[in-house]
């Protein structure tokens, strides 16, 4: 547990979980945790009062570059961990537009199945930039409420797509139209990893994969 879980609960980030990424560290490194006690209560007060000792105080010879890691890693100040937080809430699905948690099998919205490769649209520009689509197994029409509500160039009813792992995309006639690099959708096309999907001025790229 974070010396933040216990001094401030109602407070606890991300820099918990890099907090106990530091102690299994520590604990590879020395066969030991940083702070122990067998009274309970003390422990808490030296996690709260105590720097962690340096891993090359209890197993000598380890390098200064662990050292500095553990210690960052521990530091009490979670600001001090020097961990970028991950973007929140940028993942969404494709098939309903609902905001999706860090690694979802399975949308808490729609109730579809997310396929192992992931398949996706990582949106780098137009209303929809910075946000990525999973791509949920199944047959589905999206358009602008899933995408961009806020987007009126973009049909209701923009492409329909079809994913089984791999996935199908055609256009639905929209008033502007959702082309690929090299061409409209005017019939289903096959995605391949790295193409550009256009959606009526939003782009997509496609990615499976980490
Ligand atoms: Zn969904």
Redesign the pocket.
């Known amino acids: 547990m974070a010396p933040e879980q216990i001094a401030t609960p109602d407070r606890v980030g991300f820099e918990a979980d890099v907090f106990s990424l530091g102690v299994s560290c520590f604990n590879m490194v020395t066969g030991e945790l940083p702070w122990t006690s067998a009274d309970a209560d003390e422990l808490v007060a030296l996690k709260l009062r105590q720097d962690a000792p340096r891993p090359s105080s209890v197993v000598p010879g380890v390098s200064e570059e662990v050292d500095a890691l553990c210690e960052r890693l521990l530091s009490r100040d979670p600001r001090k961990r020097g961990v970028a937080p991950p973007k929140s809430g940028s993942l969404r699905?494709l098939?309903?537009g609902?905001s999706l948690g860090s690694a979802p099998t399975r949308?808490p919205?729609?109730d579809?199945p997310f396929p192992p490769t992931r398949p996706r649209l990582e949106f780098t520009d137009g209303p929809a930039a910075g946000q990525v689509f999973l791509i949920?197994q199944a047959e589905f029409v999206t358009g602008r409420l899933q995408i961009a509500p806020e987007s009126l160039n973009m049909s209701r009813r923009q492409m329909h797509v079809a994913c089984s792992g791999s996935v199908m995309v055609r256009d639905l006639g929209a008033a502007n139209p959702t082309r690929l690099d090299d061409g409209p959708l005017t019939f289903d096309a096959f995605l391949r990893p790295g193409d550009r999907l256009h959606v009526a001025g939003s782009t997509g790229r496609f990615l499976v994969g980490a």
């Open positions: 699905c098939a309903c609902k949308c919205g729609c579809l949920p």
